[in-house]
């Protein structure tokens, strides 16, 4: 069965503090990691897509890498806007289906 | 406007009765994903649908039912069987296995 565990469970950061959402895995031959943006009351927003170890995707902020066994979600420069839950989730090649982890709810104050 | 569409936002319910949501989708997505998420908590797997006239369950299927007779659309059903049906529900549609999926802006359902 596939886990995925996220910590910090919460993160509070003063702006332009730098950090990193950590997101282990175990998974049965993994598909794909998947990194997601979600907004209270909202649908989660589709952020990155990591395949393989040692991958790594940027946007704006943020940076996400892949290990065997963890990807981290690198923060760096983080303004209030940033304030949101990130969440995790894999794919194994025996379906189409995504596993969650819990979140990392990160609240950067101005 | 592309995307997935739930409806409604909001939706009350009395102990006893079933209630379906709505979930649509332009984006010409194989497969459809239905999600619950708690309070606090991390998505969990309803049920998905690899392709028309198919579906699966999946972690915690008990007490809901879906349908699949059209590519875009796949609505759920929650029925009186399901014992803790308060919770935020969401919808996603994607290409299928190793590809992300993409959500809509989820139904809060209420039994009152």
């Known amino acids: 069965e596939d886990q995925v565990t996220q910590s910090p469970e919460a993160l509070r950061l003063q702006e332009g503090e730098s950090s990193s959402l950590n997101c282990s895995y175990t998974?049965?031959?993994?598909?794909?990691l998947f990194w997601y943006r979600q907004d209270p009351g909202k649908g989660p927003e589709f952020l990155f897509t990591?395949?393989?170890a040692g991958e790594e995707k940027e946007k704006e902020r943020l940076k996400a890498t892949l290990t065997k066994k963890e990807s981290f979600l690198h923060i760096t420069a983080p303004k209030p806007e940033d304030s949101a839950t990130y969440l995790c989730?894999?794919?194994?090649?025996?379906?189409?289906?995504?596993?969650f982890g819990g979140g990392t709810r990160l609240m950067v104050k101005p | 406007d592309g995307g997935i569409t739930q409806s409604p936002k909001y939706l009350f319910r009395k102990e006893g009765q079933n209630v379906t949501l709505s979930c649509e989708q332009n984006?010409?997505?194989?497969?459809m994903y239905w999600y619950r998420q708690d309070p606090g908590q991390g998505l969990r797997l309803i049920y998905y649908?690899?392709?028309?006239?198919?579906?699966q369950k999946g972690d915690i299927a008990e007490g809901y039912s879906v349908s699949r007779e059209k590519k875009e659309s796949f609505p759920l059903t929650v029925t009186s069987a399901q014992k803790n049906p308060t919770a935020f529900y969401l919808c996603?549609?994607?290409?299928?296995?190793?590809?992300?999926?993409?959500f809509g802006q989820g139904t809060r359902l209420t039994v009152v």
């Open positions: 998974v049965s031959g993994l598909r794909g």
């Open positions: 649908s690899q392709i028309v006239n198919d579906f």
């Open positions: 989730a894999v794919n194994n090649n025996a379906g189409n289906m995504l596993t």
């Open positions: 984006l010409n997505h194989d497969a």
């Open positions: 996603a549609a994607g290409r299928g296995a190793g590809t992300e999926a993409f």
């Open positions: 990591l395949y393989s």
